[in-house]
């Protein structure tokens, strides 16, 4: 069954910082079930702003231990949902809310761990929920965040940091990197990158302490602790991430040595087929789908979700960006619709998989 939104009043907006709030669901008790999420997943908001039809995804930052469905969101330039939900949504407004999804999840097994956490802004709010329920549902894994922030005031979930360390002093330590501020030591100030990193590994987090990496933030920061953690010799394997920040659509550009394919795409979505004659060189599957009528499930339209995520049954396609599917989902076929292009006379997808 595809994902599907659902009216959900607001219960709760809290101020986490001067340009970020969260914002807290009320779950109907007849649609709780479709809302059960992993800490890591994140929720789509929908709503109209001047006329326009606007959709963004938010990871939880609340963790389902809690009973909470809470995502943060952070102020950005000229960014339309994020303004708008700072500066105008109050307790008591509904929103089209999508029920949760994403792959940024941690394992079933978590006792005699150490977890490594990677964050940089509202980065931090998959994070937050991951470690809180790592440290309320084991008493024996460690916990280790580094996150990065401009200043003091800018860290989201300080407080709630804090009382952390103060709950689990022998499992949980926090270790800020501010750009624009000092702590007193180089070690932490600046940015998150492959240098700053290779000295954490070389300083305080030795790899074979460590089980799990997870990273969540800008691409940069993503590749760059990467990077420092595979030239020490931990496992790519046991890295994982997510990229945050304002996704972009993707113009694809085909190139001039590239065969135009005239194919015939065939979508299926809750056992219903659509047909659509589509050119390798025409928009992604997604748009046109949405053009001759469908009703798929998309978000970001920039590769960065996984919310319009399918299944090749048939033929084969190209993605312009992937930054959502694992390589194991690749080859298994998932393709992400709204970067995806047919390479195949036929070409069948499927959202039912």
Not at 76 to 91: D, P, R, V
Not at 293 to 318: H, N, Q, S, Y
Request: one cysteine or more; proline letters at 4%; hydrophobic letters at 40%.
């Amino acid at each position: 069954m595809k994902p599907s939104f659902h009216t959900l009043k607001i219960n709760e907006i809290r101020q986490e910082t001067p340009d970020a709030v969260s914002i807290a669901f009320e779950i109907p008790d007849d649609i709780k079930d479709l809302f059960h999420y992993q800490s890591g997943q994140y929720l789509t908001l929908k709503t109209s702003i001047d006329g326009e039809e606007i959709r963004r995804s938010y990871s939880l930052c609340s963790s389902p231990f809690e009973n909470s469905w809470r995502v943060a969101v952070k102020k950005i330039e000229q960014g339309k949902f994020s303004t708008y939900a700072n500066e105008q949504l109050t307790q008591g407004t509904t929103l089209e809310v999508m029920s949760p999804m994403g792959n940024f999840v941690l394992p079933e097994s978590l006792d005699e761990k150490h977890f490594v956490f990677f964050a940089a802004g509202s980065g931090v709010t998959p994070v937050f929920s991951m470690l809180k329920t790592i440290l309320n549902q084991s008493e024996s894994a460690v916990v280790t965040l580094v996150y990065g922030n401009k200043g003091f005031h800018s860290i989201i979930f300080r407080e709630e940091l804090e009382a952390l360390k103060n709950t689990y002093m022998n499992r949980f330590r926090v270790i800020h990197v501010l750009s624009k501020e000092s702590l007193g030591n180089e070690l932490q100030k600046g940015r998150i990158d492959e240098e700053k990193t290779k000295r954490l590994i070389q300083t305080l987090l030795p790899i074979d302490g460590i089980d799990g990496v997870y990273i969540c933030g800008p691409e940069s920061m993503i590749h760059g602790v990467k990077a420092a953690f595979v030239n020490a010799g931990f496992s790519a394997g046991n890295i994982h991430f997510e990229l945050f920040g304002t996704a972009t659509p993707v113009v694809s550009k085909v190139q001039e040595t590239d065969e135009v394919i005239t194919s015939l795409v065939t979508v299926i979505l809750d056992g219903e087929v659509l047909d659509i004659p589509l050119a390798s060189n025409q928009i992604n599957i997604l748009d046109a789908a949405l053009e001759a009528g469908a009703d798929l499930p998309f978000a970001c339209k920039g590769g960065v979700c996984c919310t319009c995520k399918a299944k090749i049954m048939e033929g084969t396609a190209r993605m312009d960006v992937n930054y959502a599917l694992e390589p194991d989902e690749v080859a298994a076929g998932y393709i992400l619709t709204c970067q995806s292009h047919p390479t195949s006379e036929r070409l069948v997808v499927s959202f039912d998989e």
